[in-house]
């Protein structure tokens, strides 16, 4: 070690420091496909010890390392009472073709907001990175910021990886 620098840290200072991880060999890259989300890549050697070693790309969804799975059968997944600020809830799901997520609102007893309650949620399918969760009635969540409520995920088949409020 050069002056106590670690000599990889002390490359990546002489390059400047990088705007993301890349020394970890994370790097956030756009998607192959047109109009789909950026991906987290990881970059890995193969075969570097024989003459025609190859570079593999491997690639994971944004905030998408950890995710509450619900199997096909069904699960549920309630939130301690949390208090937010902003207008909209915003998840990170996927789900198979027969999945779903459905959010139920409680207040901090468990019991139903009206116009949140499970009834009125709208089943939501697919696969998105930033999706703003809808209620039937387009009731917005600005009413009960700044108020301890818990969210309700009951989900089929899915995988529920973040939630924010906008």
């Given at each position: 070690m050069a002056g106590g620098v670690p000599p990889a840290r002390a490359a990546a200072g002489a390059l400047g420091e990088p705007k993301q991880p890349d020394r970890l060999g994370l790097i956030q890259t756009p998607s192959f496909f047109p109009g789909a989300p950026d991906e987290?890549?990881?970059?890995?050697?193969?075969?570097?010890?024989?003459?025609?070693?190859?570079?593999?790309r491997h690639t994971v969804r944004m905030d998408g390392f950890v995710s509450v799975h619900a199997e096909a059968p069904g699960g549920e997944l309630v939130t301690k009472p949390l208090v937010f600020s902003g207008r909209e809830l915003v998840i990170n799901y996927s789900t198979s073709a027969a999945g779903s997520v459905r959010v139920e609102i409680q207040d901090a007893q468990g019991i139903p907001v009206p116009g949140f309650a499970l009834a009125d949620a709208t089943e939501?399918?697919?696969?998105?990175?930033?999706?703003a969760v809808p209620w039937k009635a387009g009731a917005s969540l600005e009413g009960l910021a700044g108020k301890?409520?818990?969210?309700?995920?009951?989900?089929?088949?899915a995988d529920l990886y973040s939630i924010r409020f906008e």
């Open positions: 987290i890549s990881l970059y890995s050697t193969e075969g570097y010890y024989v003459k025609n070693a190859r570079l593999r939501i399918y697919g696969d998105e990175v930033e999706f301890p409520v818990r969210f309700r995920f009951v989900m089929k088949d």
